[in-house]
């Protein structure tokens, strides 16, 4: 791997069970979300995407849900299939100080922006906007990720494999990305050692 293809992003990433400001450091992130499912007291509701995976859930502070509520309603089984953009916000504060957090930029399956009065500080209410996120392809079905991961091992050389890398693209890969891109990194390794 030369130094042009090696990724810094995946290096500086929080060692967590979930998805944190500094995951986001690099630059937004959107995301789709795969599963919803209950947490704790302090942290309610996890949203398993498929850029972070289950065992970094993105789990919204108190801010965030409310505007996840306000755009898609309370139902967190709707949620699944919709994306969204989440940021790192270096002012968010807690506990008096500038800390980080993360903030949603973009949701889809809305067709204006929406706002809400967040609460800034004791008293005092700002409106937060997200903007709407065009909606991208459907979740991708077991049985293509399927044929996508025998066309992968079925690729005879380099050129084959970018066809699929291609098609990839097209497809809301959804829990199904971590295995394919797995699937197809080893394939292309195999691949280049034969040819030199």
């Keep these: 791997m030369t130094a042009q293809e090696v990724d810094l992003s995946q290096m500086i ?4 069970d ?3 400001a500094v995951d986001l450091l690099a630059g937004p992130v959107t995301v789709t979300i795969v599963a919803v499912t209950t947490g704790s007291k302090e942290q309610p509701i996890n949203l398993v995407t498929d850029h972070f995976g289950p065992g970094k859930p993105y789990r919204p502070g108190l801010s965030m849900r409310r505007v996840l509520v306000n755009a898609w309603g309370p139902k967190g089984a709707e949620y699944v299939g919709k994306s969204m953009t989440l940021y790192c916000d270096p002012s968010v504060r807690f506990g008096g100080q500038a800390v980080g957090g993360i903030r ?33 392809p459907p979740l991708i079905t ?8 025998a066309d992968i091992l079925a690729a ?29 990194t080893a394939r292309k390794a195999e691949l280049n050692e034969a040819a030199s």
């Design 13 to 16: 990433q929080a060692r967590s």
């Design 18 to 20: 979930q998805t944190n």
């Design 104 to 136: 949603i930029s973009h949701l889809s399956h809305i067709d204006k922006p929406k706002s809400v009065a967040l609460t800034v500080t004791r008293g005092k209410h700002s409106p937060f906007t997200v903007d709407p996120l065009p909606s991208g």
């Design 142 to 149: 077991d049985e293509i990720a399927g044929q996508f991961a």
């Design 156 to 184: 005879g050389n380099v050129q084959a494999l970018d066809a699929i890398s291609v098609e990839l693209k097209k497809h809301n890969l959804g829990n199904h990305r971590a295995d394919l891109l797995a699937a197809f």
